[in-house]
């Protein structure tokens, strides 16, 4: 089933299928409350299962330049930026801007290297990442609309299964063996992702 729902679209239609609702051929504005509730219920879904480190949601070695200002400026969609240990100067993300912890400012006077975490558009999610989030969106969804005790149960179940392959894929795509290594080989991200 994953591999039907690989757009923002098939997303919204499950959901409304959940509370027998009927398709929608668009995501523009349709002005049926529900179309636009099950949209803004996947983008709450999907930023929060994508504020967990993910390996397809992260790069590292991304080296960043000062702008003229000295300023270094984060992409809309960065959602978290770290460094290794012992890194100097020392950064956090602070809005859109970067700031440097060790002189305490904004301002920088040579390149950053980090690793990001971005908040990417459901389209460009991996397949088992669409699906969980359109199963966990659509759980939700229900919730508010019917709140269907017997649909709920069915969801959970369908939820949980497919929050399993992802992580089954977020291991895999992080090299991760579970026979020899204790932690991902390429990515120190996810090493409690089979713990949840």
Not at 34 to 53: A, F, H, M, P, Y
Not at 71 to 99: A, D, F
Not at 103 to 108: D, P, R
Request: proline share 4%; glycine share 4%; with cysteine.
């Amino acid at each position: 089933m994953a591999e039907a729902i690989l757009n923002e679209l098939g997303a919204v239609n499950q959901m409304l299928l959940t509370i027998g609702e009927q398709k929608v051929n668009s995501l523009e504005s349709t002005g049926v409350l529900e179309v636009e509730i099950t949209k803004t219920t996947l983008q709450e879904v999907s930023r929060t299962v994508q504020g967990e480190d993910w390996y397809f949601n992260i790069e590292h070695s991304i080296r960043l330049m000062p702008e003229n200002t000295g300023y270094i400026m984060l992409p809309h969609n960065c959602t978290k930026v770290w460094q290794p240990p012992r890194s100097t100067p020392m950064v956090v993300q602070r809005g859109r801007r970067l700031y440097n912890m060790t002189n305490h400012t904004y301002t920088f006077d040579r390149p950053v290297t980090v690793s990001m975490r971005y908040f990417l558009d459901f389209d460009d999610l991996i397949p088992s990442a669409a699906h969980y989030i359109a199963l966990r969106a659509s759980r939700r969804f229900q919730e508010r609309i019917t709140g269907s005790q017997v649909t709920e149960e069915f969801l959970i179940r369908e939820e949980v299964a497919a929050r399993a392959v992802l992580v089954a894929d977020d291991a895999s795509l992080a090299g991760f063996n579970i026979l020899t290594d204790n932690q991902p080989t390429r990515s120190t991200v996810g090493r409690d992702r089979w713990l949840r």
